[in-house]
């Protein structure tokens, strides 16, 4: 006999439970949504701990130990002022647990101007971001000053490297 089904056959009725349509209040209480977890980036994480003054320092794990299965990179949480440890190893998972029941907002004014460039590239308003061919120069003013004053303090009018030597 299968397993899932023993209930069934043997006349075993499951619960249900009934929602009711309205929910009546008391006055000036409310609904609330709250949630365990949200998906923080790691840059937005950053920066929630830089306004709190608070740094994310890695912990060395070893050689290769992002290779295990299960692997959760560890942080240690300290005060950037003081260097006083505020919390040893802490996982994203856990910081993102901690800032959701803070409610902490998911997006601050950084995320939004991201979103706003995708969509002016979407809509055609905007390009996109593209890299320069490797052949092209780029050439830098502050760059050029500096090289400029070498040239015209050097006497000769030639090119630095290509004075001909006479053979000894």
Do not use: S
Request: net charge negative; aromatic share 12%; with cysteine.
């Amino acid at each position: 006999m299968d397993e899932r089904n023993k209930d069934e056959e043997q006349g075993v009725k499951k619960k249900k439970y009934i929602v009711p349509e309205e929910i009546e209040l008391e006055e000036g209480v409310e609904f609330r949504r709250v949630y365990d977890w949200l998906p923080y980036t790691y840059w937005r994480i950053l920066r929630v701990m830089k306004e709190l003054g608070w740094d994310m320092i890695q912990i060395w794990q070893g050689y290769k130990a992002n290779r295990r299965p299960g692997y959760c990179e560890k942080y240690r949480i300290v005060e950037h002022e003081t260097g006083r440890v505020i919390r040893e190893e802490v996982t994203i998972y856990q910081i993102q647990k901690a800032f959701a029941h803070e409610e902490v907002p998911l997006e601050d004014k950084q995320t939004e101007k991201y979103r706003r460039g995708k969509l002016l590239i979407a809509a055609g308003e905007k390009e996109e971001w593209k890299q320069r061919p490797v052949n092209e120069k780029v050439w830098n003013p502050a760059a050029r000053e500096f090289y400029m004053k070498y040239i015209e303090e050097d006497p000769t009018d030639e090119e630095p490297g290509t004075e001909e030597t006479e053979p000894e």
